[in-house]
Structure formats: C-alpha cells, structure tokens
C-alpha cells in the first residue's frame, strides 16, 4: 500500500509564489516517477510537471520556467515551487507516484491565483 500526504496550497495574488509538497510512505520500488497534475472544473486532468528517479525533469510548456519540481529521494518526497503565477494556475493539484506500471494519487490540494 502506498500513501500520499500532500501538503500546501492556498490563495495566492498573481505573481505570487507558493510551494507544494507530497510525501510518498509504504511499500513500492526505488525506482519511479513523481508528479503533480491539475484539474479544473469542466477540463481534463493534466501533467504539471514530473521527476523520475534519475532526476530527469518534464513540464508543461504553460509553466515552464515558472514551476520548478524537485524531490528528495531519502525522504521519498516531492516538491513544486510555484513562481510568478497566473490566475490560469488555478486549480486542484495532485500528486502522482509511477511505478512498474502502477499509479497512486494523492488527495488534491486547490490552488487559487486572485487578487
């Protein structure tokens, strides 16, 4: 069994920054991929960005160069760093842990851009 805890989120005004994490605990390989993904109302669930465990990095071109995911393998957890972000980044973000062609979500976590 694998769990997910995500941590962050919130509001937050255009241009401002904020931060997720997502914790992975239980029994799964070494090797996998984490990401985050978003979903808003009315629109498909899409690939934020992600990190395998050679470090090798994916994003979205809506958010390249702002988000910045990150990970700390010891502590099998996950990170996005969310800079000079838009109201278009708001959303529900959840986390993904991939391995050996299996996929656990953690619980989503609403980040919303407004002034």
């Known amino acids: 069994q694998v769990q997910l805890v995500v941590s962050g989120g919130g509001l937050v005004q255009p241009g401002g920054s904020l931060s997720l994490s997502c914790a992975a605990s239980?029994?799964?390989?070494?090797?996998?991929?984490m990401g985050w993904h978003r979903q808003t109302p009315g629109k498909p669930r899409e690939l934020v960005a992600s990190?395998?465990?050679?470090?090798?990095?994916n994003y979205a071109d809506s958010v390249k160069g702002r988000f910045t995911i990150s990970r700390d393998s010891a502590k099998n957890t996950v990170y996005l760093q969310m800079s000079t972000l838009k109201p278009d980044d708001t959303a529900v973000y959840s986390c993904?842990?991939?391995?050996?062609?299996?996929?656990?979500w953690g619980q989503g976590t609403q980040v919303t851009v407004s002034s």
């Open positions: 993904k842990l991939s391995t050996w062609g299996f996929d656990y």
């Open positions: 239980g029994s799964f390989s070494s090797i996998y991929t």
């Open positions: 990190i395998t465990t050679g470090g090798a990095t």
